[in-house]
C-alpha cells in the first residue's frame, strides 16, 4: 500500500479569487477526505468515522455534524473508547499519527475480526517512517486498507482568518519560572511547529518566515538570553525545517515563497490580553461568562413560559458578523436601528410602537418591544438574541463601572495616567471585582516599570485588598519581559531616554475613522503587520530564517496594494458623529455613508473583498487576544491581502489571568484550581 498525500487541495488557488481560510479548511476535510471515502463498492455508502482527542476539534471547528453526514458518515466514534463491530460498514480513521493511534487503528483492523469492512486512513501529519513499516508489514491488516494519506491538516479553525494549534499550556511550558531546560519546552516547541506547518502544507503556502529577535538583544545587548527569549527563534527553526521536507516531498508544495508569516510571542504586547476590548465580541467574552462561543440565555414561549436556549456565537449568523467588530455603543445604535426598521415595515409593530415611533429605543425599549409581537417570534429571533446580550452587556458595564476603569486603563497606556488616578480608583470604588483590579495593576506594572519592588507590592496589596495569590498575576508579568520591580545588580548601567513621570507606552493613531475614547488602544500587531506590509519592518528586531530575493518580497503585495495607497483612497469623513444624552463614551470623528461600519467585517469579508496581495499570517506564540482578531479582520480590507492570526490558543481575560499565576508554579495544578 503506498504512502499518498493528499493533493487535491493544489486547485485551492484557481477555484475562485478569494475563499476565507476557514472555507479552504472545510473544503478538505469534506470533499479531499470524506467525500473520497464514498462509494468504492461497499454494500452501503454509509461510513463510520473515528478521530481522536485533537482531530474531533479539528473537525469540529471547521465542519457541523449536518456537513459530515452529507459525506455519508452515519456514525462519529472516539478512538479511545471501547467501539461495538460493525463488520459490515467501512470506516474513516482521521488521526494523528502518534504510536498509540496506530497501535489502536491496528488492533480495530487486524487479527481475524475486524471492527469495521475496510479502513480508510488519513493522518493530521506527517507520519514516521518506522510506524508506516508497521502498518505495511502487518499482511492481515493490510488488505483491509483502502486508503492511506497524510491530511497534513492538525489546527483549529477558530475564526474565516484565525486558527489555533490548541496548545493551551505554551504559556506555562514555554513561559515559566521552571521551563527552561525541560522536556516539555522542547515537546511544545516540536508540536507547535508541527501544527503549524500543516496549516501551509494544506494551503500549499511556502511563506517568508521572520521572527522577533530575542528580547534581552532587543533591550541590551550585554543581557544573558534565556531560553523564553528565545522562543520565536526556536519556533521559527523547527517550522522551516518542516516546511522544507514538505517542499522536498508534498506534491504541489511551492518552490519560491508565496506568502508572509511573522512569528512574535506574548511579550511582544502584555497588556493587549487584560485591557478591557469594547468591542461588542470581545465584551461577550469578557463579561457573560460564555463556555467558547456558546451563550445562553432564557426566552418566553408561545405559552408564557421561560426556557434556556443555548446558541453558538459565530459566523453562520448575519447579526453576529456584522456586530461582533463593532463598539457597544455602536452596536446599541445598530441594534436600535433595526428594531425601528421593523416597526416600519410592520403595520402591527407600528402599532405596538405607540408612542415610541420616531424615537430612539434603549436596549430595554427593544426587549419589552420583542416580547410584545408574538406573532413575530420567528423573524425576530435572531435580533432578540442580540437585543438580550446587548443589554446584560450594558447592565454589566454600569454594575462594574466599567467607562471609569476604561478610560483609566487608556490613559495608562497612552501615558496620560499616574498611581495617583490608580489609587483614587481603587479607593474610592469599594465595589470593584478582584480581577478588574488586578488587570489594573498589570497594565499600571506593564506601563510604569520598576514600580512594584516588595514594599510598594505589599501597598498595593492592602489597598486592593488582594491576596498574595492574586498578585502573583502581576509580578509573573515578569517573565514576559516586563520589568515589575527593580533589578538588584552592581552594575553600572546608563539609561537613556527614561522618564520617571508619566510614560506613554505608545503614541496614539492619526485615524481618518472616527474612534471611541474608549478604543483608543490598538495591539502592537497592528504596528509590526502594517510596517510588514509596507516593507520597512526592521531586519534586525523581525530577521529572516532564509531571505527572499527582493522581487519575490516586492511580488506579495500584489497589484500596487499597500498601506500607503489605501490610506490615499480612504473616503474622508463626512460628518461628526455627537454625543447622544446618556453616552458615557466621547467620540472623535469616524464616519461611513455605506450603512457599515469602518469596523465590520461585513464591509471588506463579505462583499467583494478585493484581495490583490499575498497572504501575510501572524503567528502569537502564549495566545492572542479579541483584540488582535480584530484587528486582522480590519486590516484584511485596508491592506488589500488576506491577514490570518495563527496562536497556541485564543484566550479571554480571565484565562490568561489564570494561566499567568501559572508561571512560578512548579508542581502542575489545573487551571480551574486558579481562583481569579
Keep these: 500500500m503506498p504512502m499518498a498525500d493528499s493533493n487535491s487541495s493544489s486547485h485551492l488557488s484557481t477555484i475562485s479569487n478569494y475563499r476565507t481560510f476557514r472555507q479552504a479548511a472545510r473544503e478538505r476535510l469534506l470533499h479531499e477526505m470524506l467525500r473520497s471515502a464514498k462509494g468504492g463498492g461497499s454494500a452501503s455508502d454509509w461510513k463510520v468515522l473515528i478521530m481522536d482527542e485533537v482531530t474531533v476539534k479539528v473537525m469540529s471547528y471547521s465542519c457541523k455534524m449536518a456537513d459530515i453526514t452529507e459525506e455519508g458518515i452515519s456514525l462519529v466514534e472516539d478512538l479511545n473508547k471501547r467501539r461495538q463491530p460493525l463488520p459490515a460498514l467501512d470506516a474513516v480513521y482521521f488521526i494523528r499519527p502518534t504510536r498509540e493511534s496506530v497501535q489502536k487503528f491496528r488492533a480495530d483492523m487486524a487479527g481475524r475480526s475486524p471492527l469495521y469492512k475496510r479502513a480508510y486512513v488519513f493522518f493530521s501529519s506527517p507520519v514516521q517512517k518506522d510506524l508506516l513499516q508497521t502498518i505495511k508489514g502487518d499482511m492481515t491488516l493490510l488488505p483491509r486498507i483502502a486508503a492511506l494519506r497524510e491530511m497534513n491538516l492538525e489546527f483549529l479553525t477558530i475564526d474565516s482568518q484565525a486558527f489555533s494549534t ?64 528565545l522562543v520565536p527563534t526556536k519556533l521559527a527553526a523547527c517550522l522551516w525545517d518542516h516546511l522544507m521536507k514538505y517542499k522536498n516531498t508534498l506534491r504541489g508544495f511551492p518552490t519560491t515563497e508565496t506568502c508572509e508569516l511573522v512569528i512574535v510571542d506574548r511579550s511582544i504586547d502584555p497588556i493587549a490580553p487584560v485591557i478591557h476590548e469594547w468591542t461588542f465580541d470581545a465584551m461577550c467574552h469578557d463579561l457573560l461568562n460564555m463556555e467558547g462561543n456558546k451563550y445562553v440565555y432564557e426566552i418566553t414561549t408561545s405559552t408564557g413560559r421561560a426556557e434556556k436556549k443555548e446558541v453558538l456565537l459565530e459566523e453562520h449568523d448575519p447579526i453576529w458578523v456584522e456586530l461582533r467588530h463593532l463598539h457597544i455603543a455602536d452596536a446599541n445604535l445598530r441594534l436600535s436601528e433595526k428594531m425601528s426598521q421593523f416597526g416600519t415595515k410592520n403595520k402591527a409593530a407600528q402599532i405596538r410602537l405607540g408612542s415610541k415611533d420616531g424615537h430612539e429605543l434603549s436596549t430595554r425599549d427593544m426587549q419589552k418591544m420583542v416580547q410584545a409581537l408574538p406573532q413575530y417570534r420567528e423573524q425576530l429571533d435572531k435580533l432578540s438574541l442580540h437585543i438580550d446580550i446587548a443589554t446584560k452587556l450594558n447592565d454589566k458595564i454600569k454594575e462594574n463601572v466599567l467607562s471609569d476603569i476604561g478610560n483609566l486603563e487608556q490613559d495608562f497606556v497612552f501615558g496620560d495616567a499616574s498611581s495617583k488616578e490608580l489609587i483614587n480608583i481603587l479607593s474610592t470604588n469599594q465595589n470593584m471585582s478582584k480581577e478588574n483590579k488586578m488587570r489594573l495593576l498589570m497594565i499600571y506594572a506593564a506601563t510604569h ?121 480612504a473616503r474622508p469623513a463626512q460628518s461628526m458623529r455627537t454625543s447622544r444624552p446618556g453616552s458615557t463614551w466621547a467620540s472623535k470623528s469616524r464616519t461611513s455613508d455605506d450603512g457599515l461600519s469602518s469596523d465590520s467585517v461585513l464591509k471588506h469579508a463579505h462583499s467583494d473583498p478585493k484581495v490583490t496581495g499575498k497572504r501575510i499570517f501572524i503567528f502569537i506564540v502564549g495566545g492572542a487576544t479579541r483584540s488582535e482578531l480584530r484587528t486582522v479582520h480590519k486590516l484584511t480590507g485596508t491592506l488589500k491581502r488576506e491577514v490570518i492570526l495563527g496562536t497556541t490558543s485564543l484566550d479571554d481575560p480571565h484565562e490568561f489571568v489564570a494561566k499567568l499565576k501559572l508561571l512560578n508554579i512548579l508542581d502542575e495544578i489545573a487551571l480551574d484550581e486558579i481562583d481569579i
Design 166 to 229: 490548541d496548545s493551551e499550556r505554551a504559556l506555562e511550558q514555554l513561559f515559566g519560572e521552571h521551563s527552561e531546560g525541560t522536556r516539555d519546552f522542547d515537546a511544545c516547541i516540536s508540536t507547535i511547529a508541527c501544527r503549524l506547518s500543516t496549516v501551509f502544507a494544506s494551503l500549499k503556502e511556502l511563506p517568508v518566515v521572520r521572527y522577533r529577535a530575542a528580547r534581552s538583544a532587543l533591550a541590551d545587548a550585554g543581557s544573558m538570553t534565556t531560553a523564553r527569549d
Design 449 to 569: 516599570p520598576e514600580k512594584l519592588d516588595p514594599s510598594k507590592r505589599l501597598q498595593w496589596m492592602k489597598l486592593a485588598r488582594l491576596a498574595e495569590e492574586d498578585m502573583r498575576a502581576v509580578t509573573n508579568m515578569e517573565y514576559l519581559g516586563v520589568s515589575v520591580s527593580k533589578k538588584q545588580s552592581g552594575v553600572f548601567s546608563l539609561k537613556f531616554g527614561n522618564r520617571k513621570n508619566k510614560r506613554a507606552l505608545r503614541k496614539e493613531k492619526n485615524q481618518d475613522e472616527e474612534t471611541w475614547q474608549l478604543s483608543r488602544f490598538f495591539p502592537v500587531i497592528q504596528e509590526v503587520i502594517e510596517e510588514l506590509a509596507k516593507g520597512e519592518l526592521p531586519k534586525d528586531d523581525y530577521p529572516f530564517v532564509k531571505e527572499p530575493i527582493p522581487a519575490i518580497l516586492q511580488s506579495m503585495a500584489g497589484d500596487g496594494s499597500s498601506v500607503r495607497t489605501a490610506a490615499a483612497n
